[in-house]
């Protein structure tokens, strides 16, 4: 199982970047997937994450900025990050967390490293 991330790119403070991370290999069930980032000498912690029901949860220092969303099979999952500003500036993980087979219960979590981008101040 692999999470494949992509997007970022150059970007002006108060613009905008999409990422996006699909989830390929072999695996029974597919549930949370959702996004963190990780600036240098701090904490992963959590941006946005989407579960297998449809409930989202954001960070409070993203929410109403942020959106994220998943498509119908449920494999990829993107963020839309808008007014981007410097504070946003991190390496951005995507995760998810899958069940291999149907002989067990075992969810196994899995990570996915996502573009490095600066939003320049």
Do not use: H
């Amino acid at each position: 199982v692999q999470l494949q991330a992509s997007g970022g790119g150059s970007v002006q403070s108060g613009g905008a970047l999409k990422l996006s991370c699909t989830v390929s290999g072999s695996f029974f069930e597919l549930n949370d997937m959702g996004w963190f980032r990780q600036g240098s000498g701090n904490k992963r912690e959590l941006v946005a994450s989407f579960s297998s029901k449809g409930r989202t949860l954001y960070a409070d220092s993203v929410r109403g900025r942020f959106t994220i969303s998943r498509d119908r099979d449920e494999k990829t999952v993107y963020l839309q990050m808008n007014s981007l500003t410097p504070d946003d500036t991190d390496v951005y993980y995507c995760n998810a967390f899958l069940r291999l087979s149907e002989d067990t219960i075992r969810w196994n979590e899995y990570w996915g490293q996502g573009p490095n981008f600066t939003v320049p101040s």
